[in-house]
Each structure stands twice: as C-alpha cells, then as structure tokens.
C-alpha cells in the first residue's frame, strides 16, 4: 500500500520562505512523476510543481521563480521549497504520485497525501 506522508507548513509572514516535505513508503519511488498541487477556499486544486520520473520539472505560472521541488530517492522523500510568500499562497498543499511518467492534471495522480496547510500573513 502506497502511503504519502507530509510535513512542514503552517503561519507565515508574507515574504518568508518555508518547505513543505513528503516521505513515500510503500512503493518504488523514483519510477512514477511526483507533483505538488494546492487547493485554497473555494478554489479548485491547482498544480503547484511537478516532477518527471527523469527529473525533469515543470512550475506552475503562480509559483514561477519562487517555488522548486527536489527529489531525493534515497530517503524516499519529494519537497517542496516555498520563497517569497505572499497571502494568495495560502492554500491547502498536497504531494501526490503520479500514475505514470508524467502528468499536469490531478486526475494523472493516484496517491496523495494527508495535505498541509500554508497560512500566509500580510
């Protein structure tokens, strides 16, 4: 069974940085794409970040410049580093594994973690 666990998170102020982490278990992590999606009140769920099993990376027009996701396969774990926060940020974040190699929609991923919540304060 494929589990996604994330950490991070929490109250900013805006223009602060923080990371937002996500340990894999359960599966051979490295094969599939890994993506960072975000879902804020009243919103849909918009791609944050995504990574291809190669690594090859692909940002969101919103976090262009101030966000970058990293992979490390040996601790199983893909985060998410947040700079230059501002409150349109503030969102419920998601890690999420791709069904495949790669994907831009929620739908192209199957697991997904617990989510974590990024507040973000003017």
């Known amino acids: 069974q494929v589990q996604l666990v994330q950490s991070g998170g929490g109250l900013v102020q805006a223009g602060e940085s923080l990371r937002l982490s996500c340990e894999a278990s359960?599966?051979?992590?490295?094969?599939?794409?890994m993506g960072w999606f975000r879902q804020a009140p009243g919103k849909q769920r918009e791609l944050v970040a995504i990574q291809s099993n190669n690594g090859e990376t692909t940002v969101g027009e919103s976090a262009k410049g101030r966000f970058a996701i990293s992979r490390d396969t040996s601790k199983n774990q893909f985060t998410l580093q947040l700079t230059s926060v501002t409150s349109e940020d503030t969102a419920v974040y998601y890690c999420?594994?791709?069904?495949?190699?790669?994907?831009?929609?929620?739908?192209?991923?199957?697991?997904w973690g617990q989510g974590t919540q990024v507040t973000v304060s003017s």
């Open positions: 999420a594994r791709g069904r495949g190699l790669w994907g831009r929609k929620w739908s192209d991923y199957d697991y």
């Open positions: 359960g599966s051979t992590f490295g094969v599939t794409a």
